[in-house]
């Protein structure tokens, strides 16, 4: 669950879009029946629905404060943490999150990143979510904190309709680490039923020392929820040649069954969101078994830290 901390953030919209400056502190964040999977969801060719890229991801308080830019070099939209602002321990530093005005039922979804933000504090994510949390559902993408090396992907579902992980298919139908099976949340229990993508070019340092790369998420209420990594150098063509085919992609890092989750009453009405908190329940809870030094708190007010926690961001596209 992603509600800002120790950040001020700065929204923006995109494409009939948005984007807003968040400050982030060290505070904490926030029936039908079961269908069979239809394993023909993956096998068609998708059509371009929506495709955002430059100066689609506009916003003018982001922008007007230099935190949310195109690069005219390559044509890269950055999002950006402030690093160079004085903030007190505990205070609330500058962010972004970036939010789309159009919502969606499923599709696929295509994120082209050059790199991301790293740093210890640090708390990126890609994800959507509906209204009503958790009632509509919400679906992380990609999501790391701190040093974490590996992309952590996760469902988080609020009705009295199942959703689980069926683990009883895990090795056949996807290759990442099981965290939790269960991804019903309330607001004091929200840890959603997590994946752990054992590629540790997915997250963190590594993605970005691999030139980045390009994260999907297949979502069909007939066949489930499906989620893959791609280093920059193992994209495959149909995805560059905007006529992606899932099925062509081999096994997905994470998947969430339609015969153990009623993905259509749990997910619905979903905005993209891409933000960057500091801190925050999970970074600051996990921050002293991470390896980083001093306090969650203490790092917000070391501007330097932040000089890497930055989105770089080629094309963010939706498919039908």
């Avoid at 500058?94 to 919502?103: A, E, F, K, L, M």
Wanted: hydrophobic content about 40%; overall charge negative; charged content about 15%.
């Amino acid at each position: 669950m992603h509600l800002p901390t120790s950040a001020v953030l700065i929204s923006l919209l995109f494409a009939v879009p948005l984007v807003t400056l968040v400050a982030m502190g060290a505070q904490n964040i926030a029936s039908r029946p079961r269908n069979e999977v239809d394993r023909g969801s993956a096998a068609k060719t998708y059509a371009l629905q929506d495709w955002y890229q430059d100066e689609d991801f506009f916003s003018h308080d982001a922008t007007s404060q230099g935190f949310a830019y195109v690069n005219l070099a390559d044509n890269t939209f950055v999002m950006a943490v402030d690093s160079t602002s004085t903030v007190p321990s505990g205070g609330k530093r500058n962010s972004v999150r970036i939010t789309s005005d159009n919502v969606y039922d499923g599709g696929l979804f295509v994120l082209d990143a050059a790199a991301m933000p790293v740093g210890c504090d640090t708390w990126p994510s890609f994800w959507t979510s509906g209204p009503n949390w958790p009632m509509a559902g919400e679906i992380d993408i990609v999501e790391g904190i701190n040093d974490q090396a590996n992309n952590q992907m996760t469902l988080y579902s609020g009705t009295s309709n199942p959703c689980t992980i069926d683990v009883t298919a895990s090795k056949e139908t996807f290759t990442g680490q099981v965290l939790g099976t269960s991804c019903y949340s309330t607001e004091t229990a929200d840890a959603g039923c997590p994946i752990l993508d054992t590629d540790t070019r997915s997250s963190g340092y590594e993605f970005n020392g691999a030139q980045g790369g390009v994260f999907a998420l297949l979502w069909n209420t007939s066949a489930g929820m499906s989620m893959w990594h791609f280093a920059r150098g193992d994209i495959p063509a149909d995805i560059t040649n905007k006529m992606p085919t899932p099925a062509n992609w081999g096994t997905p890092a994470g998947f969430w069954s339609p015969t153990t989750c009623d993905i259509a009453d749990n997910f619905y009405d979903h905005s993209m969101i891409i933000d960057t908190t500091i801190c925050g329940g999970w970074a600051g809870g996990a921050y002293g078994i991470s390896g980083c030094p001093g306090t969650c708190s203490d790092m917000v007010a070391n501007a330097t830290n932040f000089a890497d926690a930055k989105w770089v961001i080629n094309y963010l596209a939706v498919y039908q």
